[in-house]
């Protein structure tokens, strides 16, 4: 009887031990695939950004930031966050302020590019962390996954539209006494 109750010991470390092994493995992809989507979805913001900081670009004769804009636009890989880079500081500089509807479009798709940077950082760097964990270095469980990288750019955002929101004449009530 007591051999009984070591096999079944055995058999139940063994089960529990790939469970966990299988949920490391399915995290670890989870991680990777949330990281290749954050990437597509930085890069598709940045495509609009450029193609809209083209409009803008057209619109005041803004020759600068339209050669900046096409280069974001046409830029290889590895040359992308230079390109993406010198774009920024054009923007910056021709400081569009909302004025029409084409610099408004610029300004929502300035701030959805911050937005989708954030979180391809955020997912790179959980998939990072959990490719260094040691059961997952040691095992291997990432090598079928390409590293993520980091896409190193200022941040794209641009000042925010001013919107002239009235104060109140009279002070509103404390939430007490409503």
Known sequence: MPRMWWVVGVVAFVVLLSAYLGWTAHRVERVHVRAQSAERALDAH?????AAAAVVAEQHENVELYAAARL???ADPDEREQAEND?????????????DLAERQLIATSRRAVLAR?????????ALTARHRPLVRALGMARRY?????????????????AEVPSPATPTAPLESV
């Open 146 to 162: 390409s590293r993520p990288q980091y896409f190193d750019i200022e941040d794209p955002g641009l000042p925010s539209m001013v």
């Open 72 to 74: 974001a636009l046409d």
């Open 46 to 50: 940045l495509v609009r950004r450029a």
């Open 87 to 99: 774009l920024t500081r054009q923007l910056r500089a021709a400081a569009p302020r909302g004025a």
């Open 118 to 126: 954030q979180v391809h950082t955020d997912h790179v760097r959980d």
